[in-house]
């Protein structure tokens, strides 16, 4: 889950997360991580997109997003 995202960009309501956004981990415990990488083409005031599957700071991947928006 997003914790944090640009707020003056949203898809469905939601604000798109980039690189260096927070994220919750969803392991036992709960964590705050960051978005590590993104997008090579597409970003939001200078910051890299985050996609489904980009990878967090701590090793783990994002698997929440919006399936039919995609960026290489």
């Known amino acids: ?5 640009q707020n003056f960009v949203c898809v469905e309501g939601v604000p798109i997360a980039t690189v260096s956004d927070t994220c919750l981990c969803s392991g036992v ?11 090579s083409i597409a970003e939001i005031n200078g910051k890299k997109v985050a996609r489904t599957g980009d990878s967090c700071s701590h090793g783990g991947r994002l698997v929440q997003g919006v399936p039919w928006i995609t960026f290489e």
């Open 1 to 5: 889950m997003i914790s944090t995202g």
């Open 29 to 39: 415990p709960t964590t705050s991580d960051s978005i590590a990488s993104g997008s």
